[in-house]
């Protein structure tokens, strides 16, 4: 049930990231996949859910793209995906042909222009960092999203 994904109060404080998303993961079908904090593939249904979240977005960034699990699901006239892991950026550029792909590694990029939303299943272990990454490519004038 998406429409019971929150922030439980219970979860804000002194548990570590990785057990609230677990806890917010229950509620979607994750097909079998094997937990691995760094290189876990989005699940095909939490993919097209978070893809909705910026539907009204025109030009959105995906850093972290992986395999392109959410790049695939994305409207979005312009999508700039960022990959560092090569194999995973292949594998991204095959599922999701739309998205312009960058090989590299985002929290080492400056931006060169900004976008209207952001979307990203990052390593867990470095969840802050692309979270703070990535509001410097965020337009701040775009009121949508």
């Not at 691995?36 to 910026?54: M, Q």
């Not at 960034?61 to 194999?87: C, F, H, N, V």
């Not at 969840?127 to 990454?133: D, H, P, V, W, Y």
Request: hydrophobic letters at 40%; glycine letters at 8%; charged letters at 25%.
């Amino acid at each position: 049930m998406v429409e019971n994904l929150r922030l439980d109060s219970r979860y804000e404080r002194g548990k570590p990231l990785s057990f609230f998303v677990m806890k917010q993961l229950e509620l979607f079908d994750l097909g079998g996949n094997e937990w691995n904090e760094d290189k876990w593939e989005t699940p095909n249904s939490l993919a097209e859910f978070v893809a909705g979240l910026v539907s009204d977005c025109e030009f959105v960034l995906a850093p972290g793209a992986g395999s392109g699990q959410i790049e695939k699901y994305l409207s979005a006239k312009t999508i700039y995906a960022i990959e560092r892991d090569r194999s995973r950026y292949l594998a991204g550029k095959e599922n999701s042909p739309k998205a312009h792909w960058i090989h590299g590694d985002f929290l080492n990029m400056q931006p060169s222009g900004f976008v209207q939303g952001v979307v990203c299943n990052p390593p867990f272990s470095l969840g802050i960092q692309f979270l703070a990454k990535s509001l410097t490519w965020l337009n701040p004038d775009f009121e949508g999203a």
